[in-house]
């Protein structure tokens, strides 16, 4: 953690921001393996299907807002009113990210992300409700890309 002090001006470093977003990537998503399949069955009706597209992209800003988090909590000279506002803009992103997802509790092609999508999305709105105090509470915030670990877990 070696904060260079001379960026003053761009808060986002994209060297880490990448090596951040590897990171989520390297992490054993417990969805199995084959989402590249393409499925024809015939699902109940109240099944979900998700398609891969949607899935990708939400899962790609969820990834980025992850990031960019920590670099606005990271940049040492930002005022902090715009601190909040771009914290709470991507927590705004990341919760509109998941609404393409479909609704939580609920059968679908990705059981484990159904079963926890609602919790996630309070996981989400705490850290955003924590930001919104007086003053600004940013510890769940800081924290967001733990709550990716209720689908994503690490190998063990
Ligand atoms: C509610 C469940 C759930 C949560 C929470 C979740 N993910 Fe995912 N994520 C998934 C699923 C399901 C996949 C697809 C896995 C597969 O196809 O095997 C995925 C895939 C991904 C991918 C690869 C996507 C692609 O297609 O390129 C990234 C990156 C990712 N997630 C980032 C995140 C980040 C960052 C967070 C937290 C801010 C997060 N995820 C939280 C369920 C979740």
């Not at 761009?10 to 951040?20: E, T, Y």
């Not at 590249?36 to 109240?46: E, I, K, L, M």
Request: proline share 6%; glycine share 6%.
């Amino acid at each position: 953690m070696s904060a260079k002090s001379d960026r003053s001006d761009v808060p986002i470093d994209w060297a880490r921001a990448l090596g951040a977003v590897l990171a989520i990537l390297a992490w054993g998503l417990a969805c199995g393996g084959d989402g590249s399949a393409v499925r024809r069955h015939t699902y109940p009706p109240d099944f979900r299907y998700i398609p891969e597209a949607e899935l990708h992209a939400s899962m790609q800003e969820l990834a980025w807002q992850t990031v960019e988090i920590q670099q606005v909590l990271a940049a040492p000279h930002l005022p902090e009113a715009s601190r909040r506002s771009r914290v709470l803009e991507s927590l705004q992103r990341m919760e509109d990210a998941t609404s393409a997802l479909g609704p939580g509790g609920w059968p679908s092609n990705h059981p484990r992300l159904s079963r926890n999508l609602d919790a996630f999305r309070e996981d989400i709105r705490r850290a955003r409700r924590g930001v919104e105090a007086e003053p600004a509470n940013y510890f769940f915030a800081r924290s967001v890309s733990d709550a990716c670990q209720r689908c994503h877990v690490r190998d063990r």
